[in-house]
């Protein structure tokens, strides 16, 4: 494979009409990967696939999940475009079950599994379009990871008499097989075609049974669950596939997960152990773990996260227990053992917002989002905190409102040591000026699915950036300010100034992207300068010729 030199290529993984899939290595990369390169025949017959996957494949290669294969690199090669991903040392899941049944738990955290990563693509607009279980693999460790995430958006263009040619049959909603275009709705479809199938070892056939008809061990609810993905009319399905999600959590209390990996998570925080049960192990890191529990008193959902190894941020946990604001999380306790500690908080079920970034947001709905940061953000600088490690993985959505969480918790706190933080600005001491600086990091990234980038201590305007209007861009980049006094002084100020640009009423305050103003001010000048030289040449002709002497030195017309 000349084409791609910076590849080791190792093996042939699958060969289709569509696609061949490489095993491969890199010298600079320490994992296995997998080079994906489009058919020659494919392009060929339908050449606007290369101008399609120019357009999207570098919204795909910001998809960033668990559980979604990862694309590391992308381009075209001798006339070919091709997908980079990180490989998964497994099978799949069309493997997987051509080989016998798996347990029950082990069906469940699979289940579980996928719904988490459809869920993540659907809440940032992408739907799979080809979802089925050789788009399932799992890794040896019992990992889920889909793949081809876009790749049937990429030639979803071809149709024949038969009707779409992307896509299998067995799997595809009843409006796909139409020749209707991908949705979410299709992907919630599909979704149950798999999960009939991993449950009941069948495809589901009219009249349609429930799994457990199969298998006796099914549980009632994955029949109710299954069912509601499966109904010939989009409207009547789940929404969405984090819907899903949260009706196998309600439903399975843990039974996806290993009694001694609950055991382990759990270890040390006896009192957390009578009174929670353990829904789902959320991450998991060197350095501290977040679970999913239920009280089982009034059976609401909080979220339990132990830090190890650090007391940072527990002053401030401990704090916020007897303070209370609509935008930042509820703490319900927060309890020390030795090194160790663990907070009790409330469970919004939108997820993060590092969930919801693969592409750029419409400005004034980014605002929305940035006011309710702000405001939380406020009430802690009024409290005499400030948040310290403002991200994307800390702004949390809930049923109507945003909110922020871990409040000064230590940066590497979930996310691998050494890695960049684009939401602090060199090493500026943590503080609320910093805070400042972070929000606007995040309203950068929100409206550029970017992260803000530095040349010559000047903020770098992408064409995304240069879009926008231009009171809008002069906020962001007074917030992004390399030096703290430059920027707002305080994130009343902020939340003023977001509510002028969100006021209907301000509108015409709102400048559109324009000529800089030197420039206008300059024809402005010239234009008043032509006017009052053609009155003079009119009434005092000495004088005129002296006025055009003296514009002619001033714009350098000789």
């Not at 390169?37 to 696939?49: A, F, G, K, N, Y």
Request: net charge neutral.
């Amino acid at each position: 494979m000349g084409l791609f030199a910076s590849y080791d290529i190792e093996d042939v993984i699958a060969e289709g009409d569509l696609a061949t899939v490489y095993k491969c290595g890199h010298a600079s990369i320490k994992q296995p990967l997998a080079v994906k390169v489009l058919s020659q025949q494919l392009l060929t017959r339908h050449p606007e696939i290369a101008d399609r996957f120019a357009r999207d494949a570098p919204m795909l290669a910001r998809l960033n999940h668990p559980n979604v294969v990862q694309l590391v690199d992308l381009g075209v090669a001798g006339g070919l475009p091709y997908l980079v991903m990180r490989y998964v040392d497994g099978g799949s899941l069309k493997t997987l079950l051509a080989q016998g049944k798996p347990d029950l738990r082990r069906k469940l955290s699979i289940a579980l599994q996928i719904c988490k990563a459809l869920g993540y693509a659907h809440k940032n607009g992408i739907a799979h379009g080809d979802f089925k279980p050789a788009n399932v693999l799992i890794g040896k460790q019992g990992n889920v990871a889909v793949a081809d995430f876009g790749f049937a958006r990429l030639v979803d263009t071809m149709a024949n008499e038969q009707g779409p040619i992307m896509g299998d049959p067995q799997y595809l909603s009843p409006e796909q097989k139409t020749g209707a275009g991908i949705s979410v709705s299709s992907d919630v479809y599909s979704l149950g075609v798999v999960l009939y199938e991993l449950f009941s070892g069948h495809l589901p056939q009219q009249p349609l049974a429930f799994p457990s008809n199969f298998d006796a061990s099914v549980p009632s609810y994955i029949d109710e669950i299954v069912m509601g993905c499966l109904h010939q009319e989009p409207s009547q399905r789940f929404a969405t596939a984090d819907a899903v999600k949260e009706k196998l959590l309600d439903a399975m209390w843990g039974a996806q997960l290993e009694e001694s990996r609950k055991k382990a998570v759990l270890e040390g925080v006896e009192d957390i152990k009578t009174r929670f049960a353990v829904l789902d192990i959320i991450r998991q890191t060197p350095f501290g773990t977040v679970y999913l529990c239920e009280n089982a008193t009034n059976h609401n959902r909080v979220i339990v996260k132990k830090v190890i190894g650090s007391s940072q941020g527990y002053k401030e946990a401990n704090a916020l227990c007897n303070l209370q604001h609509p935008n930042v999380i509820n703490i319900y306790s927060a309890s020390k053992v030795d090194d160790d500690f663990v907070i009790v908080m409330e469970y919004l079920p939108g997820g993060s917002l590092k969930d919801r970034l693969v592409k750029p947001w419409e400005w004034r709905h980014a605002l929305v989002v940035i006011k309710q940061i702000s405001q939380g953000a406020a009430y802690l600088h009024k409290h005499q905190m400030s948040h310290g490690n403002l991200r994307p993985s800390n702004v949390l959505f809930g049923l109507n409102e945003v909110k922020i969480s871990d409040c000064s918790l230590a940066h590497h706190y979930g996310e691998k040591q050494n890695s960049a933080n684009w939401y602090a600005y060199a090493n500026e001491v943590p503080g609320p000026l910093g805070d400042v600086y972070a929000v606007g990091a995040i309203l950068y990234e929100m409206l550029t699915a970017s992260a803000p980038q530095w040349k010559r201590g000047l903020l770098v305007e992408n064409s995304r950036f240069q879009a926008l209007p231009e009171n809008l861009r002069a906020m962001v980049t007074r917030m992004l300010a390399q030096v703290p006094k430059d920027r707002f002084r305080n994130f009343e100020e902020v939340v003023a100034q977001i509510s002028k640009l969100l006021n209907p009423d301000s509108a015409k305050s709102v400048k559109k992207p324009t000529a800089s103003r030197t420039g206008v001010k300059l024809a402005l000048v010239a234009l008043l300068g032509i006017v009052a030289v053609a009155a003079l040449l009119v009434y005092m002709p000495e004088l005129a010729e002296s006025a055009i002497g003296t514009v002619k030195t001033v714009f350098r017309m000789d």
